[in-house]
């Protein structure tokens, strides 16, 4: 499947609520704030349309993201948790849409590179319906990448699973991907997170 007809929702419609007040998608890494960065990110695979779930207008992630080619998913029940996001990204994809990538928005270590990776791996001919990035030793992390036998169910989702279940249940038609180090897994909740990943990322 060519990576060009792919089209990737960054979710980023979550409360930060274990951050204490802060907002983590607004924090600052390469010198922009997160959700810039990985919507940055995003755009750089040219894998297509980018859609990018916020919580309900006006919120101040919209100005650091309103001048950047994406398209802006208000999800208005998004204190229901990760799976509001989830809907409301898969009804907005394109009616032939094959594949999709969901992507955090809170794993700073990701690259447009890992995403390349991943996306260079989607074979719609090879019976697996779910590509997945795994850290170096293997653990199942992300992004994830969804063939549309599964948008029905990602659709129906309630609650803050993540789409858990519908995961566990595709194990058999799953591929892991590696990606360097902890790239796939390594999110930042908390200010104490926060400050650990600083300390052993100085120039980040």
Known sequence: MSTTNIPII???AGQSSRMRGRDKLLEIVD????????????LGTAAGP??????PAPHPRY?????????????PDAD??????????????PPDTAAAMMLLADLPDLTTDDLMTCLGRVDLTSGNLIWRGATADGKPGHPIIF???HFAGLASLRGDSGGR?????AHNHTQLIPLPDQHARRDLDTPEAWATWRRENPNR
């Open 31 to 42: 010198g922009i704030a997160l959700l810039r960065r990985q919507a940055l990110m995003a």
């Open 10 to 12: 960054l979710l980023a």
């Open 165 to 169: 279940d519908i995961v566990a249940a």
């Open 63 to 75: 100005g650091v993201i309103d001048d950047l080619d994406v398209t802006l998913v208000p999800v």
């Open 80 to 93: 229901e948790g990760m799976n509001a996001s989830i809907r409301r990204g898969v009804a907005a994809l």
């Open 147 to 149: 063939a549309a036998e």
């Open 50 to 55: 980018v859609f990018v779930t916020l919580p």
